[in-house]
């Protein structure tokens, strides 16, 4: 079975940093593009970062551009998200997913990723 699992989020006062890790079991994730998104209660799911397989290309939402860093390590089978000088804005689920096509490029919409895993819960407070 294909699972992605989220892990590393947790409470940080404002300005703090934390680093997401999303693992892959029952597949590889050498050839997917994996996306980043979040939601916060009350509001919609929305992209955060996107990393391609292929050429390494990014993508960050201009919400945390300058702050949050997406990198991959094919080799430990992981997708990370380095979130830096975090607010309270920040303060979400964040879930990563991939498509069901390798070699894909990022796209926004969700509706192309049918790999989710359960999230895992980012606190921004003082």
């Known amino acids: 079975q294909v699972h992605l699992v989220e892990s590393g989020g947790g409470l940080v006062q404002p300005g703090g940093s934390l680093r997401l890790s999303c693992t892959a079991s029952?597949?590889?994730?050498?050839?997917?593009?994996i996306h980043w998104f979040r939601q916060a209660p009350g509001k919609e799911r929305e992209g955060v970062s996107c990393?391609?397989?292929?050429?390494?290309?990014?993508y960050s939402a201009d919400s945390v551009k300058g702050r949050f860093t997406i990198s991959r390590d094919d080799a430990k089978n992981t997708v990370y998200l380095q979130m830096n000088s975090l607010k309270p804005a920040d303060a979400a689920v964040y879930y990563c997913?991939?498509?069901?096509?390798?070699?894909?490029?990022?796209?926004?919409?969700?509706?192309?990723?049918?790999?989710w895993g359960h999230g895992t819960q980012v606190t921004v407070s003082s």
């Open positions: 029952g597949f590889t994730l050498d050839g997917y593009t």
């Open positions: 990393i391609s397989s292929s050429d390494g290309y990014t």
């Open positions: 997913a991939a498509p069901i096509f390798t070699h894909t490029v990022c796209s926004r919409t969700e509706l192309v990723y049918v790999y």
